[in-house]
């Protein structure tokens, strides 16, 4: 089984900073995509930031300029780094990953269990 576990949130206030940390264990033989999604309270979870194998990132253009996205391969890790958060970031942010278990295995997407975000104004 694959797991990921993710780290960092908490309660911040607006103009904060706050760091998540996703990491994947398990049997695994590669990992393609990974990325960050969110749900706020009454919402649809959205897309937002993702990075491939190669390092090439991804934003939802409503944290553009604010968040950063990378990641170790060799630790199967993940990072957002958020910035000049805003009330409207308060949501639980799930890591997801794009994972091939075996070399003959098809691509499968795996998701945390969430951790939440809380930006007060």
């Known amino acids: 089984q694959v797991q990921l576990v993710e780290s960092g949130g908490g309660l911040v206030q607006a103009g904060g900073s706050l760091r998540l940390s996703c990491t994947a264990s398990?049997?695994?033989?590669?990992?393609?995509?990974m990325g960050w999604y969110r749900q706020a309270p009454g919402k649809q979870r959205e897309l937002v930031a993702t990075?491939?194998?190669?390092?090439?990132?991804n934003y939802v253009d409503s944290v553009k300029g604010r968040f950063t996205i990378s990641r170790d391969n060799n630790k199967r890790t993940v990072i957002l780094q958020m910035n000049s958060l805003k009330p409207e970031d308060t949501a639980v942010y799930y890591c997801?990953?794009?994972?091939?278990?075996?070399?003959?295995?098809?691509?499968?997407?795996?998701w945390g269990k969430g951790t939440p975000v809380t930006v007060s104004s």
């Open positions: 398990g049997i695994i033989f590669s990992i393609n995509a």
């Open positions: 997801n990953a794009d994972v091939k278990r075996l070399s003959w295995s098809s691509w499968m997407d795996y």
């Open positions: 990075i491939t194998s190669g390092n090439s990132p």
